[in-house]
């Protein structure tokens, strides 16, 4: 029989968060204002965070709250991301929100998809008067956080109202172990249960969001009267309110039944914890005494909630439908029903993490955005998640195999990019390029097409191009460009002085005068 693991609260926290965490940041997109909102927390508007898009505000009638009043809409390129930088390498929580609010006044909220450091992370469709909320749990694999939105299909423009990024401590949510550290956990549920309104910062120091229960039907809602300490805390940190309050059974023959929010057709792997405080100090013949069940099966041995105290219990990696259950029910000797405080449902992602496109394509596409500007509005992963590339990039997995950059309005000397290695397909074509054709071309060793044309490139074709036979090479259309089939000009010059030529032409003049001296020289006499 599968137990749930049973985690001590009696750890001492091995840092605070002003040691373990390096980034708190608030983003309110569309917005260029930095304010404090009713929790105490800045934020800051996206100007620096985002290239492209355009700041909107939602109708008057839809107006929810300050950072949901504004909103940043994306309608040019597939992908656009927002990218926070100098981040320490470590786990994260990162949240995105959404409220159309008719800001368009079509009464037509667009549908598209949300995406994370080259990660697939959600459908967007918020068609409600209230913002759709996306939270992700993970270990950042660089240090920089991306977090994008991509069209889905044509004229369904994406668009986002707020960014939030908090670090996380390195122990928390590790109950995974360390195989499996590497998938992201997609918040599902949240819950402080017997609490009258949603628990944050600063409450809880992390900014996680844990919402009243509304769907404890029949459970009776207590308060504790537990002095419980800071220093009290399980791994996964949960802030002392939450295990102010609690929910107990009504009777003890009664269970308490858990909805894990979970959809009709889901059945994937799930990461889900419950947290255990008692609220009272028990008399001496009193006990409170209970297991989790899982589909009316015994799935954990007895457990009693301590007092000052907590425990916290975990399921891990285990694979679950709508259709199984999870409950308490009290053990036979217990003298009181169950009783629970707080719990969190995460779905395990699919893949795991990955360390994104390979980095000399990165180099190499970096080199590019810094010599032309009108590529710079690009930002994210290039190649990741599948399908979702830069525009101007195709890719096999995590390398750029093709740059289509035909007609993107390029000017001036193009720089190298020696390092993308793998290309097979170059398209320069269109633009106003100039200056020699660089020889670096020619050491790409997969390359296959190459295709130049219509630009301004002069000098002569390297000779490291014209060796790769199976190279199909277009440079028609640059007029200052000598090709291996038309003739090079040839500048119009002067004979020397000391050839033969010159040399019978000096002769002949001086004969000539000679033979006039003669003449005069008689005429006289």
């Avoid at 569309?30 to 800051?44: L, P, Q, R, V």
């Avoid at 949603?198 to 537990?226: C, E």
């Avoid at 990019?417 to 200056?435: K, Q």
Wanted: charged share 20%; glycine share 6%; proline share 6%.
């Amino acid at each position: 029989m599968a137990k749930l693991p049973l985690i001590s609260c009696l750890l001492l926290a091995l840092c605070s968060l002003s040691l373990s965490a390096n980034v708190f940041i608030s983003i309110d997109c569309g917005s260029s204002a930095t304010y404090k909102d009713e929790n105490g927390i800045s934020w800051t508007g996206d100007d620096e965070y985002v290239g492209t898009g355009e700041s909107r505000a939602v109708q008057p009638s839809s107006s929810y709250s300050r950072v949901m009043d504004t909103l940043r809409v994306f309608r040019n390129q597939t992908k656009h991301c927002y990218v926070i930088g100098d981040v320490k390498r470590g786990r994260v929580l990162v949240r995105a929100t959404f409220l159309y609010g008719n800001y368009d006044g079509r009464n037509s909220p667009p549908a598209f998809d949300l995406l994370f450091d080259g990660y697939y992370w959600a459908y967007v469709n918020n068609s409600g008067p209230t913002p759709s909320r996306f939270e992700v749990i993970y270990t950042t694999t660089r240090e920089t956080i991306s977090v994008c939105v991509s069209q889905y299909e044509a004229g369904q423009f994406p668009y986002i109202n707020a960014i939030e990024v908090r670090s996380l401590d390195s122990t928390m949510y590790g109950g995974l172990g360390e195989d499996r550290d590497i998938y992201p956990l997609f918040t599902r549920r949240r819950v402080a249960f017997g609490a009258n309104a949603t628990i944050r910062f600063p409450d809880d120091p992390y900014d996680r969001q844990w919402a009243r229960d509304t769907f404890m039907n029949g459970t009776i809602q207590v308060t504790s009267d537990a002095r419980l300490s800071s220093d009290i805390q399980t791994v996964d940190k949960p802030p002392l309110a939450v295990l102010k309050t609690a929910v107990t059974a009504p009777t003890l023959n009664s269970t308490i039944d858990f909805y894990l929010a979970l959809s009709k057709s889901f059945n994937s792997s799930v990461y889900a914890n419950w947290y255990f405080s008692e609220v009272t100090r028990l008399g001496p013949n009193q006990t409170r005494s209970f297991a989790f069940y899982k589909d009316n099966v015994a799935f954990s041995t007895p457990f009693s909630p301590p007092y000052e105290n907590c425990t916290g219990k975990f399921v891990s990696n285990i694979s679950i439908s709508a259709n199984n259950t999870f409950s308490l029910v009290a053990n036979e000797n217990s003298t009181l029903p169950p009783l629970v405080n707080a719990m969190e449902v995460f779905i395990l992602g699919d893949l795991p993490l990955n360390n994104g496109t390979d980095e000399k394509d990165v180099e190499g596409l970096a080199s590019l955005q810094k010599a032309f500007s009108s590529l710079r509005n690009w930002s994210g992963d290039p190649c990741l998640p599948k399908l979702y590339n830069w525009d101007w990039v195709k890719c096999d997995g995590d390398r750029v195999k093709s740059l289509l950059l035909g007609g993107f309005g390029l000017s001036g000397l193009l720089p190298d990019f020696t390092s993308m290695d793998a290309l097979t397909t170059i398209n320069l074509s269109n633009n106003s390029l100039r200056g020699n054709i660089p020889d670096f071309l020619g050491s790409l060793p997969n390359l296959q097409i190459l295709n130049l044309e219509n630009n301004k490139f002069n000098g002569t074709i390297p000779a490291s191009l014209l060796a790769k036979k199976s190279l199909i090479l277009r440079v028609s259309g640059n007029p200052e460009l000598c090709t291996s089939n038309s003739s090079c000009p040839t500048p119009t010059t002067s004979l020397p002085t000391n050839s033969s030529v010159g040399k019978r032409k000096n002769i002949l003049e001086s004969i000539f005068a000679a033979m006039i001296s003669c003449i005069i020289v008689l005429h006289l006499s």
